[in-house]
């Protein structure tokens, strides 16, 4: 009797998973919203994702194991709304929904944001609506401010809003021809400027930033 309850049990608990984090859906589903930032203000161009993934449930393990996995994506229009229309069934049977992408995404301006799960939506309703504001990075201000002080067409404004903030600034003593060094580690890249103009770009292997000095 113990080892039927218990195997009851398990295959109880199996049904709850499986249940819980896949769907099958064979109609055409409409996931949409729009995408502003902090401000209230549409952004533009920003990519969205539907990331579907084939699960199968383990009953040894009561685990799931990812078997696949595909996209479908979009970009955000001028007023930053989307529209993404497909077949659930034909791409898997677990669900998430991505704001930001390796390209397409402001990563200078905007902080990622988590993705949403819309497993459960999708077999649930037609259409499928989620609106996302962005966060400012926190570095963002100071990006802003430095462009404003070297002039948004300048060479260290272009590198600023394509990197960021530096990791590292190796200044020269005192005025003359010496370069000004701009390090970026993780992209593996630093700049060299003498006065306003951009004179050198160097390559090399990316690496983590150095611990700040205690």
């Known amino acids: ?33 729009q995408v502003t ?35 479908v994506r979009t970009a955000t229009d001028a007023q930053g709304r989307f529209r ?35 497993t459960e939506r999708l077999r649930r309703d037609q259409t499928v609506t989620v609106d996302r504001v962005l966060q400012f990075d926190p570095s963002w201000t100071e990006v802003a401010r430095q462009m404003a002080y070297f002039g948004v067409e300048s060479d260290r404004s272009r590198i600023l809003r394509q990197h ?5 600034r190796e200044a020269p003593a005192g005025a003359g021809a010496e370069a000004e060094v701009w390090w970026y580690y993780v992209d593996g890249v630093s700049y060299s400027f003498v006065g306003d103009r951009l004179t050198r770009t160097s390559q090399f292997p990316p690496m983590q930033r150095p611990a700040p000095r205690q």
């Not at 009797?1 to 769907?23: E, Q, R, S, Y």
């Not at 203000?41 to 579907?52: M, Q, S």
Request: proline residues 5%; neutral net charge.
């Open 84 to 118: 993404i229309e497909f077949s659930p069934a034909q791409l898997g049977n677990n669900f998430f929904l991505f704001f930001y992408d390796v390209t397409g995404f402001d990563r200078i301006k905007y902080r990622r944001s988590e993705p949403v799960e819309i």
């Open 37 to 71: 930032d902090e401000s209230g203000a549409p952004v533009a161009g920003n990519p969205v994702l539907v990331v579907a993934r084939s699960l199968k449930l383990s009953a040894l393990r009561l685990e799931y194991d990812e078997r696949g996995r595909r996209e």
């Open 1 to 33: 009797m113990t080892m039927t309850k218990a195997i009851l049990a398990t295959l109880v608990l199996v049904g709850v998973l499986a249940g819980c984090a896949t769907v099958t859906v064979q109609e055409r589903r409409v996931v949409t919203g």
């Open 164 to 168: 960021g903030l530096p990791d590292k």
